[in-house]
């Protein structure tokens, strides 16, 4: 059934209205139309559909495409009948009539593709059905629900191998995913039995994709800032926490804006019906974790837009900075009283200013450590140790410090603590300017301790 290029390429056009086929596209397509089994690992948005609906068209019979979603499977089949393509979904969507109406005209042969939910698969009505139509080609899309090692995992796509077992003639099958991992691609091979598959993977560095590292003083504020200046647009707010997401959700809820959650404590018909309604645009903010699947789940995604891989980090040795810090939480937050970050930072500057004063702090042993440091790096540094769980921060109105879980591990002997922190850039004779600078404030230091040591001034 080996179609030549050029007719895929007139079908592409005429049918579907594109020129080209996009990176991956034509591959998967003659390797279905030549009736090799093909597994499409391409990012959302990659254009995963013409891989089988191409097929579809020029393959006899009808297309079997097992879809997770109701709602995509509305939507893809809505712009396939406003080309001109007969197709349908079967799904509970669908009143009893015109259920029938869609399984009779399936069995008259006049759909070119399919669509069914994976459960719709285990039922006995549909495998007689299926069995009685010509089935070329079974779709499955968004496969990595076939592994207990995806964000999505959905048992009924552990059936759809007996599915096909059980047709009279074996179609050939194809699988896609935006889940690139080596672990779930195996999955997909060895669940759908998938005979030599012909794996494309594509397209995963997006040059309309952009990323940034900020460190926003005030996070709230400066979130609800970002989502108010892009009202009406649509966007995802990543949270390491299922609480977090939980109050962001609400804060935005709080100000007007249409949010929704998804994490791996809501129930499966909660996060289907929230992921829905951020994909069918009845709600701007997607607020969740990494359970929602749309993150990059490439372990070496460096998509060279990153101020990370544009070597503007580099990574130092911040063991010193750590015990200062750990130590002048210990003391002063030991003293019963909560401080937050801000007041830790002014003693380990050393900064004599009226709250360090009414708080009697200036006489701590650790104040003034870290004078060599800017504030800013300083804060840095708790925020790192915060993340890394060698401090932790209440939740409160006003959040206080505490030693985190990890700090007993910087007691260790040998115990180094690594730090990334920005690069500046390099002075009008090359030097990098943030090494002049830390040198001269690692020297004055240890001036004002040889100073002091000896009793004299600083100079
Ligand atoms: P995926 O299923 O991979 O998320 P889709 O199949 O929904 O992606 O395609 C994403 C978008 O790309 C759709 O708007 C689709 O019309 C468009 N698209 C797909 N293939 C092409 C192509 N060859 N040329 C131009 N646009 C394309």
């Known amino acids: 059934m080996k179609k030549d ?29 030549s009736g090799r089994d093909a597994v499409g690992i391409m990012p959302t948005g990659g254009g995963k559909s013409i891989c089988y609906q191409l097929p579809a ?33 079967l799904n509970s969507s669908l009143n009893p009539e015109a259920f029938c109406d869609t399984v009779r005209a399936a069995a008259a042969g006049e759909y070119r593709l399919l669509y069914v939910a994976p459960e719709r698969l285990d039922t006995a009505p549909f495998r007689e059905l299926a069995r ?49 991992t080596l672990r779930v691609r195996e999955d997909i091979v060895a ?54 997401v939980e109050a962001v959700r609400e804060l935005l809820a709080r100000h007007g804006v249409s949010a929704v959650r998804y994490h791996a404590g809501l129930s499966d018909a909660e996060r289907r019906r929230n992921q829905e309604d951020f994909l069918y645009d009845r709600a701007d903010v997607m607020v969740a974790t990494n359970a929602f699947g749309m993150g990059i789940d490439k372990p070496d995604a460096r998509c060279d837009n990153c101020g990370n891989c544009h070597g503007a980090f580099e990574e130092v040795d911040a063991t010193e900075w750590m015990r200062a810090a750990l130590n002048c939480v210990h003391q002063i937050c030991g003293r019963g009283w909560p401080y937050g970050k801000a007041m830790v930072c002014d003693v380990l500057k050393g900064a004599v200013n009226e709250k360090v004063r009414r708080a009697r702090l200036a006489d ?42 990890e700090a007993e591990r910087a007691r260790e002997e040998g115990f180094r603590y690594m730090l990334r922190v920005p690069k500046r850039a390099p002075d009008a004779d090359g030097n990098a300017d943030a090494t002049s600078e830390d040198l001269f404030e690692t020297l004055r230091a240890l001036r004002r301790r040889l100073a002091e040591g000896a009793n004299v001034p600083a100079y």
């Open 132 to 180: 009685n139509l010509d089935v070329s080609l079974v779709a499955v899309d968004e496969a990595h629900c076939i592994s207990q090692w995806g964000q999505n995992f959905r048992p009924s796509y552990l059936n759809i191998a007996d599915f096909i077992t059980q047709m009279p003639r074996r179609p050939v099958v194809s699988a896609f995913t935006a889940t690139a």
């Open 191 to 244: 669940a759908l039995g998938l005979r030599d598959p012909l794996t494309v993977v594509s397209g995963f560095n997006r040059p309309n994709l952009y990323f940034e590292v900020t460190k926003p003083q005030n996070k709230q504020k400066e979130l609800l800032l970002y989502v108010k200046k892009r009202a009406g647009r649509c966007g995802i707010v990543y949270c390491s926490t299922r609480k977090t």
């Open 364 to 405: 701590v042993r650790t104040f003034g450590l870290l004078t060599a440091l800017p504030q800013r790096k300083i804060l840095d540094v708790l925020d790192a140790l915060e993340q890394d769980g060698f401090l932790a921060v209440s939740d409160g109105r006003y959040p206080t410090l505490t030693l985190g879980p």
């Open 57 to 89: 068209l020029l393959l006899p019979g009808v297309t079997v495409v097992v879809s997770p979603l109701i709602s995509l499977m509305a939507d893809q089949v809505r712009s396939l009948s406003e080309n001109g393509i007969p197709a349908a979904f």
């Open 5 to 33: 290029a050029a007719e895929c390429t007139r079908v592409l056009k005429d049918r579907f209205g594109y020129d080209t086929f996009r990176e991956g596209q034509a591959e998967v397509v003659d390797a279905l139309l």
